[in-house]
């Protein structure tokens, strides 16, 4: 996660303030240690968020497959202010698209955050592939047709103009900030709809949205329902416990994925956990893994916009470290597969069984680390998305895409960014080891 406009992002605790619970061996700084590790085969071109990088920062991938040629597969992903990139499987620029701006120069300009695929939706008289993204400046949703036949530039925007902000009465409380945030899409097996599962930024709220093709081709969006997931938890010695934050802030969530075989969401609260519920919004959510830092108390320091933790009483999970972020769903074909989460304290993955029956069993974790001085790995992942699938002579065991959150670590000045491609092969075997 990282603040907007400038603002100083807060840590939920100083690594030299917490004594991690018992668990895994843990080096310094809370990295969980002796994890696999696998190295990216391509990275895309940086992005940064100064003006010479064009206001971008990257944030979050989806892999979108060309079934009649899958060396002409796609990646696309946010750059935040700075919009939507697509890249080819080689990492390269084949698109950008600039974020709307907002409605007048004093009002928040767009800004996307998450991006997921809709397949095979009914526009006008076909059909086509959907990438859904949040615009976190303007409260909404954005929609763009993918076209493989349009090789220079294959995403169209949709959007039907009537779209209504997410969550916010105007532009008033847009300009807050309190917006669209994490995005997961979602196709009911049963009835045909598609749905974007969309969270809300600084709150803990989920809104379960339907899409509604027009007849025009474009695609908006209803409300269905929203659920609210806790923002402070009863710990094992009743005490009450809330995530240490700026005041009037909740626990986010952001990283979310819905497996297409039951409809079960995976969602992240940032300083939480993992959480396991219906995709539709009803029943009761589950926390499937806690991050290390749960149950830590946190005074906020308004001199230093930082949180000053105590001690840690030990009710914190053992394999994700705050933020848990970058949820996505490895699918084999026999049913079995991955949910990967990244664990954005410690710069590594966790790998959860796919399967619900077993409680989602952690099955290991790994790292993506440097393949040479000039290819770099990732840190502090915000984002990532997997596909199981064969994509041509580059990646024949499918593909794994991760952002890194420092492509140029230790230079102390630009925050520098961008995505890492993985060959998902390599992946299995680090988890098979």
């Known amino acids: 996660m990282r603040h907007p406009f400038g603002r100083l992002a807060v840590s939920v605790l100083t690594?030299?303030?917490?004594?991690?619970?018992?668990?895994?061996?843990?080096?310094?700084?809370?990295?969980?240690?002796?994890?696999?590790?696998v190295h990216p085969r391509a990275e895309t071109a940086p992005l940064s968020d100064d003006e010479?990088?064009?206001?971008?920062?990257?944030?979050?991938?989806?892999?979108?497959?060309?079934?009649?040629?899958?060396?002409?597969?796609?990646?696309?992903?946010?750059?935040?202010?700075?919009?939507?990139?697509?890249?080819?499987?080689?990492?390269?620029?084949?698109?950008?698209?600039?974020?709307?701006?907002?409605?007048?120069?004093?009002?928040?300009?767009?800004?996307?955050?998450?991006?997921?695929?809709?397949?095979?939706?009914?526009?006008?008289?076909?059909?086509?592939?959907?990438?859904?993204?949040?615009?976190?400046?303007?409260?909404?949703?954005?929609?763009?047709?993918?076209?493989?036949?349009?090789?220079?530039?294959?995403?169209?925007?949709?959007?039907?103009?009537?779209?209504?902000?997410?969550?916010?009465?105007?532009?008033?409380?847009?300009?807050?900030?309190?917006?669209?945030?994490?995005?997961?899409?979602?196709?009911?097996?049963?009835?045909?709809?598609?749905?974007?599962l969309v969270s809300r930024r600084e709150r803990t709220t989920?809104?379960?949205?339907?899409?509604?093709?027009?007849?025009?081709?474009?695609?908006?969006?209803?409300?269905?329902?929203?659920?609210?997931?806790?923002?402070?938890?009863?710990?094992?010695d009743g005490t009450s416990w809330s995530p240490c934050a700026e005041p009037d802030e909740l626990p986010q969530v952001e990283g979310m994925v819905v497996d297409p075989a039951d409809g079960v969401l995976y969602a992240g609260q940032e300083d939480v956990g993992i959480w396991r519920l219906r995709g539709d919004l009803t029943g009761t959510p589950r926390l499937l893994d806690k991050v290390r830092e749960y149950g830590v108390p946190g005074t906020y320091d308004e001199s230093t916009e930082e949180c000053v933790a105590g001690a840690d009483p030990g009710y914190g999970g053992t394999r994700i470290s705050a933020d848990v972020e970058g949820l996505t769903l490895l699918q084999e074909d026999d049913g079995d597969g991955y949910l990967f989460a990244s664990s954005q304290g410690d710069d590594s993955f966790a790998a959860y069984d796919r399967e619900t029956g077993d409680g989602n069993e952690y099955e290991g974790g790994f790292r993506v680390t440097a393949a040479s001085a000039a290819l770099d790995g990732s840190e502090e992942c915000d984002g990532?998305?997997?596909?199981?699938?064969?994509?041509?002579?580059?990646?024949?065991?499918?593909?794994?895409?991760?952002?890194?959150?420092?492509?140029?670590?230790?230079?102390?000045?630009?925050?520098?960014?961008?995505?890492?491609?993985?060959?998902?092969g390599d992946v299995k075997d680090a988890l098979d080891d």
């Open 15 to 37: 690594a030299a303030a917490v004594v991690l619970p018992a668990g895994p061996a843990v080096a310094r700084h809370g990295r969980a240690a002796a994890l696999p590790t």
């Open 52 to 196: 010479a990088g064009g206001n971008a920062d990257a944030d979050d991938p989806a892999i979108w497959r060309n079934a009649a040629d899958p060396d002409r597969s796609l990646v696309v992903a946010t750059a935040k202010e700075g919009g939507l990139r697509v890249y080819d499987l080689d990492a390269r620029l084949v698109q950008s698209i600039a974020a709307p701006a907002g409605p007048t120069p004093e009002d928040a300009p767009g800004r996307f955050n998450n991006v997921d695929l809709v397949h095979g939706v009914k526009l006008g008289t076909g059909r086509a592939d959907l990438a859904v993204t949040t615009d976190r400046g303007n409260d909404r949703l954005r929609i763009y047709r993918i076209d493989p036949s349009s090789p220079a530039g294959p995403l169209t925007d949709v959007t039907d103009p009537a779209a209504a902000p997410v969550f916010s009465a105007g532009q008033a409380e847009i300009n807050e900030e309190r917006t669209a945030y994490g995005l997961a899409t979602w196709t009911d097996r049963s009835t045909g709809r598609s749905y974007a």
């Open 206 to 236: 989920l809104a379960l949205l339907e899409l509604t093709p027009t007849a025009s081709g474009t695609v908006g969006y209803r409300e269905v329902r929203t659920l609210d997931l806790p923002s402070s938890f009863r710990l094992p």
């Open 384 to 424: 990532a998305a997997v596909l199981d699938q064969p994509l041509g002579s580059r990646y024949p065991q499918g593909l794994l895409v991760v952002q890194d959150g420092h492509d140029a670590p230790g230079d102390g000045e630009t925050a520098v960014t961008n995505f890492k491609f993985v060959d998902l």
